[in-house]
């Protein structure tokens, strides 16, 4: 990795981390996605899983492809996109236990709930907001880790 690439890759993960924190502290409590439908409940699960699945494969082109157009925008390659991905989402990287839970509005956006125990064991909670594309498919617009600790706070 070159040191451009280096600066990069931490300018997103800080990008990233300010997100997380937005979402872990802002204050409203996320309201349950009722509207929608069964069809797309299973494309959603269907992508986040085929992520993870390209992901356990370390097949970083197949991953990238299932991320936002915003997403791949910020990353511009999939050799960045997996680097981050190894470094700062290791418990989605290589996940012991990956169970889908509801799906909440969070921040305005359809966001997939997801149940997480990474390598080392420790739980956490995924969520994926998604973005719909204008030819219907669903793609992967972020995703933000919390620790049970900061549920509580």
Known sequence: ?????ASRLAALLALLLATLLA???????????QDVS???RT??????QSQVDAFRR??????FGYASPAIRGMFGSPDL?????????RPVYRPQVFD?????????????????????GRPVTAFYPMTRLP???????????????????
């Not at 990795?1 to 690439?5: A, D, E, L, S, W």
């Not at 996109?81 to 989402?89: A, D, I, L, N, S």
């Open 38 to 40: 069964p069809a797309d």
């Open 81 to 89: 996109f997996m680097e981050m991905v190894r470094q700062g989402y």
């Open 100 to 120: 889908f839970r509801e799906i909440v509005l969070l921040n305005g956006e359809i966001t997939q709930k997801v149940h997480v125990v990474g390598p080392d």
């Open 23 to 33: 979402v872990g502290t802002g204050g409203a409590a996320p309201a349950v996605a």
């Open 43 to 48: 494309a959603i699960q269907g992508v986040i």
């Open 58 to 63: 370390d097949d970083g082109a197949d991953a």
């Open 1 to 5: 990795m070159t040191g451009r690439q």
């Open 135 to 153: 030819d219907g498919t669903w793609r992967i617009n972020g995703c933000h880790l919390q620790t049970p600790e900061e549920h509580q706070v």
